[in-house]
């Protein structure tokens, strides 16, 4: 059945949205290490690494950077290849299915590339063991044919370099962790940094923000870039509908609170499952201590995306504990869910 131009024109928009979204991202990403803000010490081991390399000649070691979502692997990962004029090139590790996607993927490859691997941790074993000798010495290993008429071929790679990223590092095989030159841990920014990224973008965006708007976003943005960027662009959604009359369209208090309505987080960033991991806690267990097994029972959840995936950011902010005896959820996070409840129906103190 033909659907009507309504629906028609709605999955176009939608498909417009996200790929307008895109290139704002796009524009929004540093591109060069002077725009770059924050991750000092990454930034000047990076340095030292390529510029080593440069030196002797050499392509540099292969790397692998790991830390939350959204706190710029990628953007480093494309510095490295800008800084060393290599040829950035980028495949999430899921789209490997098989040993001939990643053989076709290395035999395409040219001196100084930058290969670049997200989710390294869902790399397929078969793969990964592809990976092994091209990171060893260069080399690829595979058969061609079928039956006695098989053969073993061996091809030399150029001298590539290899960044593997990946949130969840303790899913990484120790095989494939061992063979990197060096390993970088994106931890999340100061809050300084994530003030200095806001007003970048903001500028870029064209759009003006006040200091207590700045300051409610870094506050939100769980000390990460991405996060940070997202909250401001709707942000900037919000105030060209709502003061579409007016030239000068600003982010104030009011848009912040509207923005993060819309986003379903609240002034701490805190979103629905990280909520429901406290409230669980606090419920079922008493406010802890509760062992991560019996925790990620209660969820549902696979305990190490509770430790890698969860746990980092409500540790941050000292919500949660890990205790020899488990997790427990502290007094700070019972006040601020308490406080929550008290927004939502203030009937129910009374
Ligand atoms: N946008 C996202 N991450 C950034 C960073 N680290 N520096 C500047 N702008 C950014």
Known sequence: MRRNSQEENKEENKFKDKSADKSID???????????IGQKKIKSGLKIIIEAAGKREEAIDHLL?????????????????????GNFKMVSAPNLSKSGDLIALLSNLEERDVLFIDEAHRL?????EVFYSAI???KINFMVGKGPASRMLSLDLPSFTLIAATTRVNLVSAPLRSRFGAIFQIDYY????????????????????????????VRASRFTPRLANRILKRARDIA??????????????QVVLGTFDLLG???????????????????????GPVGISALAAALGEERGAIEEVYEPYLMKINFLQRTPGGRTATIEARDWLDAALYKINPSLYN
């Open 26 to 36: 796009l524009m929004l990403r540093p591109s060069s290490w002077g725009e770059y």
């Open 65 to 85: 950077f790991y830390g939350q979502p959204g706190l710029g692997k990628t953007t480093l990962a494309i510095l490295v290849a800008k800084e060393t004029r």
């Open 124 to 128: 397929h074993p078969a793969v990964e």
């Open 136 to 138: 060893d010495n260069r």
């Open 190 to 217: 100061e809050n300084n940094d994530i003030e200095a990224i806001i007003e970048r973008s903001a500028e870029i965006l064209g759009v003006k923000i006040d200091k207590d708007a700045t300051r409610m976003i």
């Open 240 to 253: 060209e509908v709502k003061n579409s009359k007016i030239i000068t369209k600003i982010i104030d208090r």
């Open 265 to 287: 987080i609240d002034e701490l960033g805190l979103e629905i499952h990280d909520r429901k991991l406290l409230e669980t806690i606090i419920k079922k267990f008493r406010g």
